[in-house]
Protein backbone atom coordinates (compact mmCIF):
# COMPACT_ATOMS: atom_id res chain seq x y z
CA UNK A 1 0.00 0.00 0.00
CA UNK A 2 3.02 2.22 0.40
CA UNK A 3 4.42 2.37 -3.27
CA UNK A 4 4.78 5.87 -4.19
CA UNK A 5 3.04 5.72 -7.92
CA UNK A 6 -0.38 4.49 -6.71
CA UNK A 7 -3.02 7.22 -5.81
CA UNK A 8 -5.26 5.61 -2.50
CA UNK A 9 -8.95 7.20 -2.47
CA UNK A 10 -10.87 6.50 0.92
CA UNK A 11 -14.56 6.28 -0.09
CA UNK A 12 -15.77 5.94 -3.30
CA UNK A 13 -18.55 8.91 -2.95
CA UNK A 14 -19.40 12.05 -4.71
CA UNK A 15 -15.65 13.01 -4.10
CA UNK A 16 -13.87 10.06 -4.36
CA UNK A 17 -15.35 9.11 -7.60
CA UNK A 18 -14.43 12.13 -9.27
CA UNK A 19 -11.18 12.30 -7.81
CA UNK A 20 -10.24 8.77 -9.21
CA UNK A 21 -11.28 9.60 -12.32
CA UNK A 22 -9.44 12.79 -12.93
CA UNK A 23 -6.30 11.04 -11.58
CA UNK A 24 -6.65 7.95 -13.45
CA UNK A 25 -7.46 10.12 -16.70
CA UNK A 26 -3.87 11.46 -16.49
CA UNK A 27 -2.28 8.35 -16.02
CA UNK A 28 -2.01 7.62 -12.56
CA UNK A 29 -2.96 4.14 -11.11
CA UNK A 30 -5.17 4.55 -8.25
CA UNK A 31 -7.54 2.18 -5.61
CA UNK A 32 -10.44 3.24 -4.43
CA UNK A 33 -11.22 1.90 -0.74
CA UNK A 34 -15.09 1.38 0.01
CA UNK A 35 -16.61 0.20 2.79
CA UNK A 36 -19.61 -0.40 1.38
CA UNK A 37 -21.49 -2.47 1.07
CA UNK A 38 -19.80 -4.52 3.61
CA UNK A 39 -20.33 -1.81 6.20
CA UNK A 40 -23.22 0.21 5.53
CA UNK A 41 -24.14 4.06 6.89
CA UNK A 42 -28.26 5.01 7.71
CA UNK A 43 -28.43 6.95 4.44
CA UNK A 44 -26.90 4.68 2.09
CA UNK A 45 -28.74 2.15 0.63
CA UNK A 46 -26.40 0.24 -2.35
CA UNK A 47 -22.94 -0.90 -3.00
CA UNK A 48 -22.53 1.77 -5.62
CA UNK A 49 -20.05 4.20 -6.14
CA UNK A 50 -21.49 7.93 -6.27
CA UNK A 51 -24.82 7.14 -4.17
CA UNK A 52 -27.30 10.02 -4.47
CA UNK A 53 -28.17 9.54 -0.18
CA UNK A 54 -31.53 12.04 -0.54
CA UNK A 55 -32.20 14.37 -3.20
CA UNK A 56 -31.79 13.67 -6.86
CA UNK A 57 -30.85 17.09 -7.81
CA UNK A 58 -27.67 18.75 -9.16
CA UNK A 59 -29.30 21.93 -8.36
CA UNK A 60 -29.45 25.14 -10.60
CA UNK A 61 -27.68 24.09 -13.82
CA UNK A 62 -27.59 28.31 -15.13
CA UNK A 63 -24.04 28.80 -15.32
CA UNK A 64 -24.65 32.74 -15.75
CA UNK A 65 -27.13 33.15 -12.86
CA UNK A 66 -26.14 30.81 -10.58
CA UNK A 67 -22.93 29.71 -8.50
CA UNK A 68 -23.90 26.05 -8.88
CA UNK A 69 -24.38 26.54 -12.12
CA UNK A 70 -20.80 27.32 -12.65
CA UNK A 71 -19.40 25.00 -10.88
CA UNK A 72 -21.37 22.17 -13.21
CA UNK A 73 -19.74 24.09 -15.81
CA UNK A 74 -16.30 24.15 -14.54
CA UNK A 75 -16.36 20.37 -13.82
CA UNK A 76 -17.96 19.93 -17.10
CA UNK A 77 -14.78 21.69 -19.21
CA UNK A 78 -12.81 19.54 -16.82
CA UNK A 79 -13.48 16.41 -18.32
CA UNK A 80 -15.77 15.43 -15.28
CA UNK A 81 -16.88 12.31 -14.48
CA UNK A 82 -20.03 13.12 -12.14
CA UNK A 83 -21.50 15.72 -14.92
CA UNK A 84 -21.09 13.62 -17.49
CA UNK A 85 -22.90 11.19 -16.20
CA UNK A 86 -25.08 13.32 -14.81
CA UNK A 87 -25.54 14.78 -17.77
CA UNK A 88 -26.29 11.46 -19.72
CA UNK A 89 -29.03 10.62 -16.85
CA UNK A 90 -30.94 13.35 -16.32
CA UNK A 91 -34.84 13.73 -16.50
CA UNK A 92 -36.93 16.99 -16.39
CA UNK A 93 -36.78 19.43 -13.97
CA UNK A 94 -37.12 22.76 -15.57
CA UNK A 95 -33.61 24.63 -14.45
CA UNK A 96 -32.46 22.36 -12.37
CA UNK A 97 -30.08 19.36 -13.06
CA UNK A 98 -32.38 16.01 -11.34
CA UNK A 99 -31.26 12.72 -12.46
CA UNK A 100 -32.60 9.19 -12.33
CA UNK A 101 -30.67 8.23 -9.25
CA UNK A 102 -29.95 4.60 -9.75
CA UNK A 103 -28.86 4.73 -13.56
CA UNK A 104 -26.18 7.57 -12.50
CA UNK A 105 -24.86 5.66 -9.68
CA UNK A 106 -24.44 2.92 -12.06
CA UNK A 107 -23.00 4.47 -14.74
CA UNK A 108 -20.61 5.98 -12.45
CA UNK A 109 -19.36 3.32 -10.76
CA UNK A 110 -19.40 1.09 -14.42
CA UNK A 111 -17.08 3.42 -15.98
CA UNK A 112 -14.64 3.66 -12.72
CA UNK A 113 -14.77 0.08 -12.39
CA UNK A 114 -14.01 -0.60 -16.62
CA UNK A 115 -10.70 2.15 -16.16
CA UNK A 116 -7.57 0.03 -16.70
CA UNK A 117 -5.87 2.59 -14.08
CA UNK A 118 -9.04 2.05 -11.36
CA UNK A 119 -8.83 -0.78 -8.70
CA UNK A 120 -11.69 -1.00 -6.49
CA UNK A 121 -11.24 -2.45 -3.15
CA UNK A 122 -14.04 -3.66 -0.78
CA UNK A 123 -13.34 -2.49 2.66
CA UNK A 124 -12.91 0.00 5.51
CA UNK A 125 -10.20 1.96 6.69
CA UNK A 126 -10.06 2.24 10.20
CA UNK A 127 -6.35 4.07 10.45
CA UNK A 128 -4.64 7.05 8.89
CA UNK A 129 -1.78 5.52 6.82
CA UNK A 130 1.91 6.34 7.63
CA UNK A 131 3.15 6.97 3.86
CA UNK A 132 2.26 6.74 0.08
CA UNK A 133 -0.64 9.50 -1.54
CA UNK A 134 -3.94 9.39 -0.11
CA UNK A 135 -6.95 11.36 -0.80
CA UNK A 136 -9.56 10.80 2.14
CA UNK A 137 -12.89 11.35 1.07
CA UNK A 138 -15.45 9.51 3.71
CA UNK A 139 -17.71 12.04 3.76
CA UNK A 140 -20.47 13.32 6.11
CA UNK A 141 -21.15 9.40 7.40
CA UNK A 142 -16.93 8.59 7.88
CA UNK A 143 -17.12 5.29 9.93
CA UNK A 144 -16.81 5.91 13.64
CA UNK A 145 -13.56 3.51 13.80
CA UNK A 146 -11.70 6.31 10.76
CA UNK A 147 -13.50 9.30 12.27
CA UNK A 148 -11.20 8.60 15.71
CA UNK A 149 -8.26 8.31 13.64
CA UNK A 150 -8.59 10.80 12.43
CA UNK A 151 -9.67 13.05 16.14
CA UNK A 152 -6.45 11.57 17.43
CA UNK A 153 -4.57 13.26 14.66
CA UNK A 154 -6.54 16.27 14.52
CA UNK A 155 -7.52 17.28 18.04
CA UNK A 156 -10.73 16.62 18.66
CA UNK A 157 -12.12 20.18 18.57
CA UNK A 158 -11.07 20.47 14.65
CA UNK A 159 -13.41 17.47 13.43
CA UNK A 160 -17.46 17.63 13.91
CA UNK A 161 -19.82 15.07 14.19
CA UNK A 162 -22.95 17.58 13.61
CA UNK A 163 -23.07 20.67 12.26
CA UNK A 164 -24.96 23.56 13.69
CA UNK A 165 -25.42 26.15 10.96
CA UNK A 166 -27.00 29.66 11.31
CA UNK A 167 -28.18 31.60 8.39
CA UNK A 168 -25.56 33.80 6.48
CA UNK A 169 -26.95 36.85 4.73
CA UNK A 170 -24.79 38.91 1.95
CA UNK A 171 -23.78 42.10 3.44
CA UNK A 172 -25.19 44.07 0.53
CA UNK A 173 -28.64 42.98 1.11
CA UNK A 174 -28.50 44.18 5.00
CA UNK A 175 -30.47 47.36 5.85
CA UNK A 176 -27.41 49.60 7.38
CA UNK A 177 -29.92 52.39 7.80
CA UNK A 178 -31.77 50.00 10.61
CA UNK A 179 -28.42 47.81 11.92
CA UNK A 180 -25.30 49.51 13.19
CA UNK A 181 -21.68 47.99 13.65
CA UNK A 182 -20.40 47.60 17.37
CA UNK A 183 -19.18 44.51 19.65
CA UNK A 184 -21.09 44.09 22.93
CA UNK A 185 -19.33 46.18 25.46
CA UNK A 186 -17.01 47.94 22.81
CA UNK A 187 -14.60 44.89 22.98
CA UNK A 188 -11.58 44.60 21.13
CA UNK A 189 -8.46 46.88 20.48
CA UNK A 190 -9.06 48.06 17.09
CA UNK A 191 -11.70 49.93 16.13
CA UNK A 192 -12.04 47.16 13.54
CA UNK A 193 -12.29 44.56 16.32
CA UNK A 194 -15.00 47.12 18.59
CA UNK A 195 -17.45 46.96 15.45
CA UNK A 196 -17.17 43.56 14.38
CA UNK A 197 -21.04 42.58 14.81
CA UNK A 198 -23.75 43.95 12.90
CA UNK A 199 -26.87 44.46 15.79
CA UNK A 200 -30.41 44.69 14.55
CA UNK A 201 -32.61 46.09 17.36
CA UNK A 202 -35.74 44.49 18.34
CA UNK A 203 -38.92 46.47 20.45
CA UNK A 204 -40.99 43.95 22.63
CA UNK A 205 -43.44 43.50 20.06
CA UNK A 206 -41.36 42.30 17.44
CA UNK A 207 -39.48 40.01 20.24
CA UNK A 208 -42.88 38.93 21.03
CA UNK A 209 -43.99 38.76 17.26
CA UNK A 210 -40.56 36.64 16.68
CA UNK A 211 -41.16 34.44 19.47
CA UNK A 212 -44.38 33.11 18.22
CA UNK A 213 -43.47 32.87 14.23
CA UNK A 214 -40.61 30.41 15.29
CA UNK A 215 -42.49 28.06 17.97
CA UNK A 216 -45.33 28.09 14.60
CA UNK A 217 -43.02 27.66 12.11
CA UNK A 218 -42.40 24.40 10.62
CA UNK A 219 -39.51 22.55 11.53
CA UNK A 220 -37.42 19.51 9.63
CA UNK A 221 -37.14 15.87 11.73
CA UNK A 222 -33.71 14.21 11.99
CA UNK A 223 -33.48 11.33 8.89
CA UNK A 224 -34.47 7.88 10.47
CA UNK A 225 -30.74 6.29 11.88
CA UNK A 226 -29.16 10.06 12.95
CA UNK A 227 -29.72 10.70 16.54
CA UNK A 228 -30.11 14.04 17.76
CA UNK A 229 -26.98 15.60 18.55
CA UNK A 230 -27.72 18.92 20.66
CA UNK A 231 -24.95 19.96 22.34
CA UNK A 232 -26.02 22.64 25.11
CA UNK A 233 -23.67 25.33 23.08
CA UNK A 234 -25.19 25.02 19.80
CA UNK A 235 -28.76 24.21 20.52
CA UNK A 236 -31.66 25.32 17.35
CA UNK A 237 -33.27 28.57 18.50
CA UNK A 238 -36.28 26.53 18.11
CA UNK A 239 -35.51 24.70 21.12
CA UNK A 240 -33.92 27.48 23.27
CA UNK A 241 -37.54 29.35 22.64
CA UNK A 242 -39.46 26.20 23.81
CA UNK A 243 -37.47 26.35 26.78
CA UNK A 244 -39.29 29.49 27.51
CA UNK A 245 -40.09 32.85 26.10
CA UNK A 246 -37.18 35.04 27.21
CA UNK A 247 -34.16 32.56 27.13
CA UNK A 248 -33.23 34.49 23.85
CA UNK A 249 -32.99 37.40 25.31
CA UNK A 250 -30.92 35.77 28.21
CA UNK A 251 -29.17 33.74 25.13
CA UNK A 252 -27.83 34.91 21.80
CA UNK A 253 -30.26 38.28 21.82
CA UNK A 254 -29.44 39.75 24.69
CA UNK A 255 -29.55 43.11 24.20
CA UNK A 256 -26.88 44.66 26.70
CA UNK A 257 -24.00 46.28 26.28
CA UNK A 258 -24.47 47.25 22.72
CA UNK A 259 -26.09 51.25 21.95
CA UNK A 260 -28.32 51.44 18.89
CA UNK A 261 -26.00 54.61 16.98
CA UNK A 262 -29.20 55.67 14.87
CA UNK A 263 -31.44 56.28 18.18
CA UNK A 264 -29.40 56.18 20.86
CA UNK A 265 -32.11 57.18 23.56
CA UNK A 266 -33.70 54.00 22.67
CA UNK A 267 -32.82 50.71 24.46
CA UNK A 268 -33.42 47.78 22.51
CA UNK A 269 -35.50 45.09 24.35
CA UNK A 270 -33.57 42.65 22.48
CA UNK A 271 -31.04 42.25 19.86
CA UNK A 272 -30.04 39.81 16.64
CA UNK A 273 -26.09 39.68 15.86
CA UNK A 274 -24.68 39.11 12.46
CA UNK A 275 -20.83 38.27 12.42
CA UNK A 276 -18.80 38.87 9.36
CA UNK A 277 -18.24 35.24 7.57
CA UNK A 278 -15.53 35.53 5.35
CA UNK A 279 -12.18 37.40 5.19
CA UNK A 280 -13.66 39.71 2.34
CA UNK A 281 -16.77 40.73 4.32
CA UNK A 282 -19.38 39.60 1.82
CA UNK A 283 -20.76 37.44 4.33
CA UNK A 284 -22.75 37.44 7.73
CA UNK A 285 -24.37 34.85 9.45
CA UNK A 286 -26.57 35.14 12.22
CA UNK A 287 -25.07 34.61 15.48
CA UNK A 288 -26.37 31.53 17.24
CA UNK A 289 -29.15 30.86 15.06
CA UNK A 290 -28.63 27.67 13.88
CA UNK A 291 -32.05 26.00 13.49
CA UNK A 292 -33.78 22.72 11.88
CA UNK A 293 -36.65 25.67 10.53
CA UNK A 294 -37.88 24.64 7.22
CA UNK A 295 -36.20 26.70 4.38
CA UNK A 296 -39.60 28.78 3.48
CA UNK A 297 -40.07 29.35 7.35
CA UNK A 298 -36.94 30.27 8.02
CA UNK A 299 -36.51 33.00 5.34
CA UNK A 300 -40.30 34.20 6.20
CA UNK A 301 -39.23 34.01 10.12
CA UNK A 302 -35.53 35.54 9.88
CA UNK A 303 -37.16 38.67 7.37
CA UNK A 304 -39.07 39.60 10.07
CA UNK A 305 -35.96 40.95 12.01
CA UNK A 306 -35.46 44.57 11.65
CA UNK A 307 -32.65 45.50 9.43
CA UNK A 308 -33.26 42.10 7.41
CA UNK A 309 -36.77 42.79 5.66
CA UNK A 310 -34.86 42.61 2.42
CA UNK A 311 -32.26 40.00 3.00
CA UNK A 312 -30.83 37.56 0.57
CA UNK A 313 -29.18 34.40 2.44
CA UNK A 314 -26.11 33.08 0.81
CA UNK A 315 -27.14 29.69 2.67
CA UNK A 316 -29.89 28.61 5.20
CA UNK A 317 -29.36 27.14 8.60
CA UNK A 318 -29.50 23.76 9.49
CA UNK A 319 -28.14 20.79 11.97
CA UNK A 320 -27.29 17.55 10.22
CA UNK A 321 -25.06 14.61 11.16
CA UNK A 322 -22.02 15.42 9.58
CA UNK A 323 -18.58 15.16 10.40
CA UNK A 324 -16.39 17.62 9.15
CA UNK A 325 -12.73 18.79 9.75
CA UNK A 326 -11.70 22.77 10.70
CA UNK A 327 -10.11 23.01 7.34
CA UNK A 328 -8.79 26.50 7.52
CA UNK A 329 -6.39 25.25 10.32
CA UNK A 330 -5.75 21.91 9.36
CA UNK A 331 -5.65 21.43 5.24
CA UNK A 332 -3.24 23.87 3.43
CA UNK A 333 -4.04 25.31 0.00
CA UNK A 334 -3.64 22.05 -1.71
CA UNK A 335 -6.01 19.99 0.38
CA UNK A 336 -2.94 18.65 2.33
CA UNK A 337 -3.16 17.45 6.12
CA UNK A 338 -0.42 20.17 7.35
CA UNK A 339 0.81 17.63 10.04
CA UNK A 340 0.67 14.13 7.72
CA UNK A 341 0.96 15.96 3.98
CA UNK A 342 1.13 12.19 2.11
CA UNK A 343 -2.85 12.43 2.74
CA UNK A 344 -5.09 14.50 1.19
CA UNK A 345 -9.13 15.46 2.23
CA UNK A 346 -11.92 15.97 -0.19
CA UNK A 347 -15.46 16.10 -0.17
CA UNK A 348 -17.89 16.90 2.35
CA UNK A 349 -15.28 16.15 5.09
CA UNK A 350 -13.29 19.33 3.93
CA UNK A 351 -16.53 21.78 4.98
CA UNK A 352 -17.80 22.24 1.77
CA UNK A 353 -21.67 21.00 1.66
CA UNK A 354 -23.32 19.24 -1.67
CA UNK A 355 -23.09 16.79 -3.94
CA UNK A 356 -21.87 19.78 -6.51
CA UNK A 357 -19.51 21.36 -3.59
CA UNK A 358 -17.91 17.52 -2.94
CA UNK A 359 -17.26 16.35 -6.50
CA UNK A 360 -15.72 19.60 -7.14
CA UNK A 361 -13.16 19.48 -4.26
CA UNK A 362 -12.84 15.78 -5.72
CA UNK A 363 -11.91 16.78 -8.82
CA UNK A 364 -9.28 19.37 -7.66
CA UNK A 365 -7.76 16.68 -5.01
CA UNK A 366 -7.51 14.19 -7.78
CA UNK A 367 -5.94 16.50 -10.31
CA UNK A 368 -3.28 17.91 -7.32
CA UNK A 369 -2.25 14.17 -6.24
CA UNK A 370 -2.08 13.04 -9.71
CA UNK A 371 0.80 16.35 -10.53
CA UNK A 372 2.43 15.47 -7.27
CA UNK A 373 3.17 11.72 -8.15
CA UNK A 374 3.95 12.88 -11.53
CA UNK A 375 6.54 15.36 -10.07
CA UNK A 376 4.51 18.42 -10.30
CA UNK A 377 2.81 20.92 -8.33
CA UNK A 378 -0.98 22.22 -9.39
CA UNK A 379 -1.38 25.41 -7.63
CA UNK A 380 -5.69 26.12 -6.45
CA UNK A 381 -7.67 27.68 -9.35
CA UNK A 382 -7.84 31.77 -8.76
CA UNK A 383 -10.56 32.89 -6.37
CA UNK A 384 -12.73 34.07 -8.78
CA UNK A 385 -13.66 30.64 -10.25
CA UNK A 386 -16.66 28.74 -8.39
CA UNK A 387 -13.95 26.02 -7.64
CA UNK A 388 -11.38 28.49 -6.98
CA UNK A 389 -13.95 30.56 -4.67
CA UNK A 390 -14.96 27.47 -2.76
CA UNK A 391 -11.34 25.67 -1.92
CA UNK A 392 -10.05 29.29 -0.96
CA UNK A 393 -12.68 29.52 1.14
CA UNK A 394 -11.90 26.29 3.09
CA UNK A 395 -8.66 26.35 3.40
CA UNK A 396 -7.80 30.38 4.31
CA UNK A 397 -10.91 32.70 3.72
CA UNK A 398 -13.30 31.55 6.17
CA UNK A 399 -13.51 32.35 9.94
CA UNK A 400 -11.64 28.66 11.34
CA UNK A 401 -13.35 29.67 14.68
CA UNK A 402 -16.51 29.22 13.70
CA UNK A 403 -16.31 27.10 10.90
CA UNK A 404 -19.35 25.87 9.42
CA UNK A 405 -20.39 23.79 6.12
CA UNK A 406 -20.42 25.80 3.37
CA UNK A 407 -22.23 25.37 -0.40
CA UNK A 408 -20.52 27.71 -3.43
CA UNK A 409 -22.40 31.02 -3.59
CA UNK A 410 -21.33 34.46 -4.80
CA UNK A 411 -20.74 35.88 -1.36
CA UNK A 412 -17.60 33.85 -1.64
CA UNK A 413 -16.45 35.56 -5.08
CA UNK A 414 -13.85 38.78 -4.60
CA UNK A 415 -15.93 41.79 -4.93
CA UNK A 416 -16.05 42.44 -9.28
CA UNK A 417 -14.57 46.17 -9.94
CA UNK A 418 -16.83 49.29 -10.61
CA UNK A 419 -19.83 47.30 -10.46
CA UNK A 420 -22.09 48.40 -7.73
CA UNK A 421 -24.09 45.98 -5.25
CA UNK A 422 -27.26 45.71 -3.95
CA UNK A 423 -30.75 43.43 -5.47
CA UNK A 424 -31.23 45.74 -8.63
CA UNK A 425 -27.56 45.01 -10.08
CA UNK A 426 -27.87 41.56 -9.15
CA UNK A 427 -28.46 40.33 -12.54
CA UNK A 428 -25.67 41.82 -14.25
CA UNK A 429 -23.40 41.40 -11.07
CA UNK A 430 -23.61 37.36 -11.37
CA UNK A 431 -22.79 37.69 -15.16
CA UNK A 432 -20.15 39.47 -14.25
CA UNK A 433 -18.89 37.09 -11.98
CA UNK A 434 -19.83 34.05 -14.43
CA UNK A 435 -18.14 35.39 -17.28
CA UNK A 436 -15.05 36.36 -15.41
CA UNK A 437 -15.06 32.86 -13.72
CA UNK A 438 -15.05 31.31 -16.87
CA UNK A 439 -11.96 32.96 -18.55
CA UNK A 440 -9.85 32.10 -15.36
CA UNK A 441 -10.65 28.75 -15.30
CA UNK A 442 -10.17 28.19 -18.89
CA UNK A 443 -6.52 29.74 -18.19
CA UNK A 444 -6.31 27.60 -15.07
CA UNK A 445 -6.86 24.04 -16.66
CA UNK A 446 -5.12 25.03 -20.06
CA UNK A 447 -1.72 25.86 -17.84
CA UNK A 448 -2.80 22.51 -15.67
CA UNK A 449 -2.74 20.51 -18.63
CA UNK A 450 0.20 22.00 -20.10
CA UNK A 451 2.04 21.49 -16.93
CA UNK A 452 1.30 17.43 -17.07
CA UNK A 453 1.79 16.74 -20.82
CA UNK A 454 5.54 18.89 -19.79
CA UNK A 455 5.93 16.15 -16.68
C1 LIG B 1 -28.86 12.11 5.40
C2 LIG B 1 -28.15 12.98 4.41
C3 LIG B 1 -28.87 13.60 3.39
C4 LIG B 1 -28.23 14.40 2.45
N1 LIG B 1 -28.95 14.97 1.45
C5 LIG B 1 -28.32 15.69 0.48
C6 LIG B 1 -29.04 16.23 -0.63
O1 LIG B 1 -30.25 16.06 -0.73
N2 LIG B 1 -28.37 16.94 -1.56
C7 LIG B 1 -27.03 17.16 -1.48
O2 LIG B 1 -26.47 17.81 -2.38
N3 LIG B 1 -26.32 16.64 -0.46
C8 LIG B 1 -26.93 15.92 0.52
N4 LIG B 1 -26.23 15.41 1.57
C9 LIG B 1 -24.84 15.66 1.64
C10 LIG B 1 -24.18 14.57 0.79
O3 LIG B 1 -23.93 13.44 1.57
C11 LIG B 1 -22.95 15.08 0.21
O4 LIG B 1 -23.22 16.24 -0.48
C12 LIG B 1 -22.18 14.14 -0.71
O5 LIG B 1 -22.66 12.83 -0.80
C13 LIG B 1 -20.83 14.17 -0.12
O6 LIG B 1 -19.95 13.54 -0.96
P1 LIG B 1 -18.68 12.84 -0.32
O7 LIG B 1 -18.00 12.14 -1.42
O8 LIG B 1 -17.91 13.79 0.48
O9 LIG B 1 -19.32 11.78 0.69
P2 LIG B 1 -20.19 10.49 0.31
O10 LIG B 1 -20.88 10.66 -0.97
O11 LIG B 1 -21.00 10.16 1.52
O12 LIG B 1 -19.09 9.36 0.11
C14 LIG B 1 -18.29 8.90 1.16
C15 LIG B 1 -18.00 7.43 0.93
O13 LIG B 1 -17.03 7.00 1.87
C16 LIG B 1 -17.40 5.72 2.35
N5 LIG B 1 -16.73 5.54 3.64
C17 LIG B 1 -16.98 6.17 4.82
N6 LIG B 1 -16.07 5.78 5.76
C18 LIG B 1 -15.24 4.89 5.16
C19 LIG B 1 -14.09 4.16 5.62
N7 LIG B 1 -13.64 4.28 6.85
N8 LIG B 1 -13.48 3.33 4.74
C20 LIG B 1 -13.92 3.19 3.46
N9 LIG B 1 -15.01 3.87 2.99
C21 LIG B 1 -15.64 4.73 3.82
C22 LIG B 1 -18.91 5.76 2.38
O14 LIG B 1 -19.48 4.49 2.33
C23 LIG B 1 -19.23 6.58 1.13
O15 LIG B 1 -19.40 5.78 -0.01
C24 LIG B 1 -26.84 14.60 2.54
C25 LIG B 1 -26.11 13.96 3.55
C26 LIG B 1 -26.76 13.16 4.47
C27 LIG B 1 -25.96 12.51 5.54
Known amino acids: MSDTSTLHIVGGGMAGSEAAWQAAEAGVRVVIHEM ?13 LAEMVCSNSFRSDDSEQNAVGLLHWEMRHANGLIMDMADAHALPAGGALAVDRDAFSAAVTARLRAHPNIRVEDGEITALPDSGHWIIATGPLTSQGLGQAIAAETGAEALAFFDAIAPIVY ?12 SRYDKGETEEQQKAYLNCPMTKADYEAFIDALMAAEKTEFHEGETAGYFDGCLPIEVMAERGRETLRHGPMKPVGLTNAHRPEDKPYAVVQLRRDNALGTLYNIVGFQTKMKYGAQTEVFKSIPGLENASFARLGGIHRNTFLNSPTLLDDRMRLRTRPHIRFAGQITGVEGYVESSAMGLLAGRMAAAEIMGRDLPPPPPETAMGALIHHITGGAEAKTFQPMNVNFGLFPPLEGVRGGRRNRKDRYKGYTDRAKLLWADWLSAAEAGLTEA
Open 36 to 48: RPEVATFAHKTGD
Open 171 to 182: ADSIDMDTVWAQ
